[in-house]
């Protein structure tokens, strides 16, 4: 456990002693107008409209499930008085 913190501590401590600056992307950077930027908006839209779709098959397979349960129930129980009037 000693040694994992010992390298945790030294790896911490050759980032923040080295010198190569951080570099950052165009689209973190602050040029939002290009190719590079409208690309990653892209793709964030892209798998935002993939995740909805799971979602909303998800929420609909749920609700016919309900909806079916609810009619079974419904049947069980016509059933059920049906046969209890006939004796």
């Not at 945790?8 to 950052?24: G, I, N």
């Not at 009619?71 to 069980?76: K, L, S």
Request: proline share 1%.
């Amino acid at each position: 456990m000693k040694r994992i913190a010992i390298y945790a501590m030294l790896s911490v401590a050759l980032v923040v002693l080295s010198e190569t600056p951080a570099l950052a992307c165009s689209a973190c950077f602050g040029k939002s107008d290009s190719a590079m930027a409208r690309s990653l908006n892209a793709s964030i839209f892209t798998l935002m409209g993939v995740i909805g779709t799971v979602l909303v098959g998800a929420a609909s397979f749920f609700v016919f499930l309900a909806k079916r349960a609810a009619a079974t129930a419904q049947a069980q129980a016509t059933t059920t008085s049906s046969s209890q009037t006939q004796v």
